[in-house]
């Protein structure tokens, strides 16, 4: 299966992707899902940032998440859920990182950062995207939702699991 940047999978599934701009936008963070040397998982906070369509985690040099990833580049990415409630929803990707070293796509990184918060990053530091495999979506709250992207499969919608009726029942 092929993997796709950010712009091509919000082409792919525009109403999914949305979830995940307006998950990550509310505060430029996500929940990073790395794996250790150890073995073991490992979740960091991270800022996340769209620059000219182009999903970005910057990463602070020598950070455990950036050697993780350095190693075993696989990763999952969540918006942030603060709310116990969870009004908004989990957006969830999953993919490989891929190094970005394009000098202009650094600095308009750079200038993106500034922009936000008034800091600007200085290299060298490490700096991802995405190669996006599988995204999916659920929402708690009143309007249950359940969806899944998969380049094979596209976008589907799924029952929710508190609206399956046979969920809870013993297996045989």
Known sequence: MAAMRWA????????????????????????????AADGWPRISPNEIYFPDGTLLLGMMRNSRKSKDLERDSRITVMTPQCDREAKRGDFKLYGRAVAITDPAVRKRYADTVFE????????????????????????????HRMLRWTEGRGCEELLHPDDDPNAGAPSE
């Open 8 to 35: 091509e999978f919000e082409a792919a599934a525009p109403e999914l992707a949305a979830f995940g701009t307006n998950g990550f936008g509310e505060q430029h963070l996500c929940i990073l899902g790395t794996l």
């Open 116 to 143: 936000a918060i008034d800091w600007r990053p200085v290299d060298p530091y490490p700096l991802f995207t995405i190669e996006i495999e599988r995204a999916a979506y659920i929402d708690f709250a009143e309007h």
